[in-house]
């Protein structure tokens, strides 16, 4: 298995393989397969060490990958909290952050539903 930041690919196409690394898409990863004129169908496991090395490098050099991403991302949202603006006291209270709906949905950020005794009432 090819080993790139810290990462280890799957043997899958290069263009493919390398999304597994956290910051990298597919957009991202074709453009750094352009910049460095690899062949796009390649396996990972059929890279060679000189193929490795100029990855890791190009990927050190110019981009934010993997754990100081995490850490940018979460030092912005921590950000947000601080100044107490609208997006910072969503994150706070646990809810959608980008205007979506709560009153149905929103399972995914809130949790599990919470039943409430006495809720429904009988008509008649």
């Known amino acids: ?28 990863s074709k453009e750094i397969i352009a910049k460095l004129k690899l062949d796009s169908d390649k396996k990972s496991n059929a890279l060679s060490e000189e193929e490795i090395r100029k990855i890791n490098k190009l990927l050190s050099e110019e981009y934010v990958l993997e754990g100081d991403l995490k ?16 997006r910072g ?22 949790g599990r539903g ?3 005794a006495n809720k429904k009432i009988a008509k008649g």
């Open 1 to 28: 298995m090819a080993r790139i930041i810290g990462v280890e690919l799957p043997n899958k196409r290069i263009a493919v393989a390398l999304t597994y690394i956290y910051g990298i898409g597919r957009s991202k």
């Open 71 to 86: 850490s940018e991302k979460s030092d912005f949202i921590k950000r947000l909290v601080r100044i107490n603006c609208y």
């Open 89 to 110: 006291q969503r994150h706070k209270k646990k809810l959608p952050v980008r205007g979506q709906r709560t009153k149905t949905n929103a399972r995914t950020r809130k």
């Open 114 to 116: 919470k039943t409430i």
